[in-house]
Nanobody, 127 residues
Framework: QVQLVESGGGSVQAGGSLRLSCVAS????????MGWFRQAPGKEREFVTA????????YYADSVKGRFDISRDNAKNTVYLQMNSLKPEDTAVYYC????????????????????WGQGTQVTVSS
């Protein structure tokens, strides 16, 4: 049974930082590209960032480029999202997702293309 468990969410003031973690189990983590998505109230789930299984290449939404950083530790079956210079518009539930064996940017930026999802962690940024 595949499980993705996010942690690290919380409340922070604008300009602050948070680091999210997502621990995966029940899958061969090194064969999965990993993504982070977010969903704000009343809005659709949107792509934030993803990291390739093969070469660690990272992809970012324009809204978070230069502020967010994704990384992975295959030995710990964990993907991280370092979020800096947070803005109130970053407020959302953040979800971790896993996609088997894809390195394609259009695929990794599409929520529907992912195989497994975590339960989400709330991030609230106050002004």
């Amino acid at each position: 049974q595949v499980q993705l468990v996010e942690s690290g969410g919380g409340s922070v003031q604008a300009g602050g930082s948070l680091r999210l973690s997502c621990v995966a189990s029940g899958l061969t983590f090194s064969s999965y590209s990993m993504g982070w998505f977010r969903q704000a109230p009343g809005k659709e789930r949107e792509f934030v960032t993803a990291i390739s299984w093969s070469d660690g290449r990272a992809y970012y939404a324009d809204s978070v480029k230069g502020r967010f950083d994704i990384s992975r530790d295959n030995a710990k079956n964990t993907v991280y999202l370092q979020m800096n210079s947070l803005k109130p518009e970053d407020t959302a539930v953040y979800y971790c997702a896993a996609r088997y064996y894809s390195t394609s940017s259009p695929v990794l930026s599409a929520a529907a293309k992912y195989d497994h999802w975590g339960q989400g962690t709330q991030v609230t940024v106050s002004s």
